[in-house]
């Protein structure tokens, strides 16, 4: 469940609040997981010029669980997007959040902090190109042992319409996690073509 209240201050400018509400529960009879996750939220939303345009929000989460033996936490999270197009064929976006994720198995919880770019290029009427980066951090909240995931990742794509109604893609990304536990280490590279068709 959740709500926004968005209060235009300006022509293209909004302030916000928002308020989300989750709830967990595990088939599991024994399950010590069920919870419930509560985030408050206050920001903005903007169009500053055709060519800048975003959305920041700011607050706290709380997750509760029902179990007494997994302890409640809480902190700061964040939400925030922007968009920065310096050309009318050529996009940049930037994000950043920070959030909780249901455990693996590992700890109680995940709290993750993400921070990525994305440009994206059309060079003509028929080619597009994409590049991105990305950084994650990941929180195992009461692992025994601590655990913490450092994951970056790089990554490259083209798309070529060769007809209107037929499409060659082919991308390329690199991840390299690591982790303070070495047993969760590794790197991997994806290489993906793809064809895509329309009637």
């Known amino acids: 469940l959740g709500g926004t209240f968005f209060w235009r201050v300006m022509p293209r400018t909004e302030l916000l609040a928002q308020v989300g509400y989750r709830r967990f529960d595990y088939l599991e009879s024994n399950s010590t997981q069920n919870s419930t996750e509560t985030r408050y939220l206050v920001g903005a939303r903007w169009e500053a010029t055709a060519a800048t345009s975003g959305t920041i929000r700011f607050g706290q989460m709380k997750k509760d669980f029902e179990s007494s033996t997994n302890p409640n936490f809480s902190g700061s999270s964040w939400d925030v997007g922007v968009r920065w197009s310096p050309l009318s064929y050529s996009v940049f976006d930037f994000a950043t959040s920070k959030h909780s994720n249901e455990s693996t198995g590992i700890g109680d919880a995940i709290v993750s902090k993400l921070y990525g770019v994305t440009w994206n290029h059309a060079w003509n009427s028929r080619l597009r190109t994409q590049a991105l980066a990305s950084y994650r951090n990941d929180d195992f909240i009461n692992a025994t042992p601590l ?35 070495s047993n969760y280490d590794y790197k991997r590279n994806l290489i993906l073509f793809t064809v895509g068709a329309t009637l």
């Open 147 to 181: 655990r913490v995931d450092h994951t970056t990742t790089f990554g490259l794509r083209t798309d070529y319409e060769f007809r209107r109604w037929l499409r060659f893609g082919a991308a390329y990304t690199h991840f390299t996690r690591d982790s303070t536990d």
